[in-house]
């Protein structure tokens, strides 16, 4: 095992087209460190770097500046050989004319003791449960999308890696049995702890497996914590956005006379050394929007029954904004009811209006 060490680390990719060439910040600034045997699940929009933050952890592409270390040792210092990273692409790629045992068995091979292949193969359709009997003896175009994935992870897990690298290894499959995959790994992981880099876009993915949660935003990392910390105290509006299902409703608003005052609701306690007439945003998750027969007047726009969290989620519309909320299960609500909501007062979260930060 190792702990993978990540310093002050850029990549600036150039664009070039006909008006030019442009300069796309990929990773920037970027430092982490994962302890033996940690999980690290990386999460964040498309585009904002997390597979090149992979490349660049697993050394396939090299840093502009900054460096990538496992065990304080320099990756480009360590021998090819010697890295011991079992790693899984987005694309789940497999070399095309070998059959899926094949792909599986390579690092053993190429270590000279394919005879352990047989059993190793047997051990980890096993453990994963992904029933990859079925699946061994074909070629890659013989495969979906998702077997393909199953066998690249297979082959990732036959290695004895060092490190693991995920980047969306189960984004092919189907969600029941992404759901058993990503149990299974969790399992396995438990059973032969392996220092990890987890990429994913599903929140429940990251939660299920990962010790810790970094959230990525344009090239930087935005924040790093469990997930408890990250939906509790996200330190911008950004993270808070993120983190969380539904997404939390954001109001935008003014301080007058130390208190936040909104298009619809207003009134609640701001930090005392904030500007009078300052922009601040205001985070309310939809469980924190109630039903009060003193509350202010929304028409009903949709309802999803959430049947595993027993409640109904609407989409609510007030004369001047709109926002998400929870009612119980049992309530009897029509599409174009009006209902007067308001804000429960303790899970309140204030973000500068200019640069999205926590202020309170
Ligand atoms: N080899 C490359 N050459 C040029 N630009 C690249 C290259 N690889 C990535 N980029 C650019 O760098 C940025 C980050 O890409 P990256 O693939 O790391 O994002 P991502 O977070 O993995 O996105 P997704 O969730 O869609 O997989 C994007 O703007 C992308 O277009
Ligand atoms: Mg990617």
Known sequence: MSTITVHRVNKRFVHHSETGE?????VQDVSLKIGDGEVLAVVGPSGCGKSTLLRLIAGLIPPDSGEVLYDN?????????????????QEGALVPHWEARRSVGFFLWLRKREYEVPER???IAQITGFGLDDL???MPRQLSGGERQRVAVARALARDPRVFLFDEPFSNIDAKLRGTA?????????????????????????????NRIAVMNEGQIMQVGTFEQLYTSPRSQFVAEFIGTPPINILVGRVQGHAWFGRTFGGF????????????????????????PDGENAIVRTITPMYAEHHQLLEMEGSRESWRMHVPEDM???RGDILKCA??????????????????
């Open 332 to 334: 009897d609500v029509r």
């Open 136 to 138: 061994l003896d074909r």
């Open 269 to 292: 306690e701001v930090r005392h050394d904030l500007d009078e007439g300052a922009a601040v945003n205001l985070g309310v998750r939809a469980q924190d929007v109630i039903l009060d």
């Open 121 to 123: 193969v047997a051990r």
């Open 343 to 360: 804000i429960k007062p303790d899970n309140l979260l204030f973000f500068d209006g200019k640069t999205g930060l926590r202020i309170g």
């Open 73 to 89: 040792l320099p990756l480009n210092e360590i021998p090819l050989m010697d890295r011991g990273i079992g790693m899984v692409f």
């Open 182 to 210: 990503r149990v299974e790994l969790r399992r396995l992981l438990n059973e032969f702890p392996v220092t990890s880099v987890y990429v994913t876009h599903d929140q429940h993915e990251a939660i299920a497996l990962a």
């Open 22 to 26: 442009r300069n796309i910040v990929a």
